[in-house]
């Protein structure tokens, strides 16, 4: 486990403390190999990082909890190390804490755990239930702010939001269902990954508001806790296309999207019409192919660096400003992908 950082630097990316990191790092033994992972993973993100822990400048230690499928979690990481000399002189560091799936308790385990230790600051991306409302209160009693990503926890102590209106993106999802479905009959499969998210609700009602008013003839199919995941996806969309030979589009509002396809393409169905969420690893494949119609996208390396300012002005480093405005909605279709998405 070659590397050129100090024990005390690594011990602090990880969480641990300096004698479990010399065990590790002399394979003393008495750890647990999740320890172990722990440890690599520290030596793996003070290695990417490594041109901002020589900088000079104020650091600040922030974690990133989440609960999202690999691919979102993949892209928030880019987008979150793209973004770090952008916040010069103050030196960024980051601990990424990533699950795709699992109960509440865990979650709040790790937010726990960061009450405990200590941290500048907490990016969050978790479900909206009291569990979750419960450990946010505790970080802010243990002076650590908490900034939502993607999904807001409005009841919470949260200090802001960062991500779009996720209202209006449902609404803009439905103008363009209505138009490029135009008179041709058929449903619309409405797919969530879970219910428990708030973003996600809000967008199936923005959607759903806006098909009742200009499309009430169009029945709208929902399914859901499919989390996102291909796995569980594809059985979820089969089983909506048997019950209704009718469905021929879809509103894809928390991903699973290449499970959706296969489905559609193992029964012989058609997909008219297929507006999703985000570019990451694989709607910017699908969308290339010209298998989604239209990705709803917002900037992700904008949303990380306002996440950062935000958390270094609730420490008097950066002058306070006003409320944090929504992220523009990009309708990315084949023929306007991003550069960083066409290479």
């Known amino acids: 486990m070659g590397h050129p950082f100090p024990i005390r630097e690594i011990a602090r990316q990880a969480g641990l403390s300096e004698a479990t990191v010399d065990r590790v790092l002399n394979a003393r033994g008495g750890v647990r190999e999740s320890?172990?992972?722990?440890?690599?993973?520290?030596?793996?993100?003070?290695?990417?990082?490594?041109?901002?822990?020589?900088?000079?400048?104020?650091?600040?230690?922030?974690?990133?909890v989440m609960q999202t499928p690999e691919r979102f979690s993949t892209a928030v990481r880019s987008a979150l190390e793209a973004e770090l000399p952008s916040l010069h002189p103050a030196v960024v560091r980051s601990r990424f804490h990533f699950r795709e799936t699992g109960p509440v308790a865990e979650l709040t385990r790790i937010l726990d755990r960061i009450a405990r230790r200590g941290s500048q600051g907490v990016i969050l991306k978790a479900p909206?239930?009291?569990?979750?409302?419960?450990?946010?209160?505790?970080?802010?009693e243990a002076g650590i702010p908490v900034v939502t990503l993607v999904?807001?926890?409005?009841?919470?102590?949260?200090?802001?939001?960062?991500?779009?209106?996720?209202?209006?993106?449902?609404?803009?999802?439905?103008?363009l269902m209505g138009q490029w479905l135009g008179d041709r009959p058929g449903n619309v499969l409405t797919s969530l990954s879970s219910g428990f998210f708030?973003?996600?609700?809000?967008?199936?009602?923005?959607?759903?508001?806006?098909?009742?008013?200009?499309?009430?003839?169009?029945?709208?199919?929902?399914?859901?806790?499919?989390?996102?995941?291909?796995?569980?996806?594809?059985?979820l969309v089969r089983a909506a296309l048997e019950r209704d030979p009718d469905i021929r589009a879809v509103y894809s509002i928390g991903g699973g999207n290449i499970a959706t396809l296969r489905a559609f393409e193992h029964l012989g169905r058609e997909c008219a019409v297929f507006v999703a969420h985000d570019l990451d690893h694989d709607n910017t494949r699908l969308l290339r192919e010209h298998r989604l119609s239209a990705v709803l996208h917002h900037d992700l390396r904008q949303d990380m660096r306002e996440a950062c300012h935000i958390v270094m002005r609730a420490h008097d480093a950066l002058p306070p400003a006003g409320p944090t405005l929504p992220s523009a909605i990009q309708v990315v279709t084949p023929y306007n992908m991003p550069p960083q998405a066409t290479s």
């Open 35 to 64: 320890t172990v992972r722990e440890v690599r993973q520290a030596i793996a993100d003070l290695d990417r990082q490594r041109t901002q822990v020589r900088l000079l400048g104020r650091t600040f230690m922030i974690d990133i």
């Open 128 to 140: 909206d239930v009291p569990e979750i409302t419960a450990a946010v209160a505790r970080l802010a």
């Open 151 to 175: 999904t807001d926890l409005p009841a919470t102590a949260r200090l802001g939001y960062v991500g779009i209106d996720n209202r209006a993106a449902g609404a803009t999802a439905a103008y």
């Open 198 to 235: 708030r973003n996600e609700e809000e967008r199936e009602m923005g959607f759903r508001s806006v098909m009742r008013a200009r499309h009430p003839e169009r029945a709208l199919v929902e399914i859901a806790e499919g989390q996102g995941l291909d796995a569980t996806q594809y059985d």
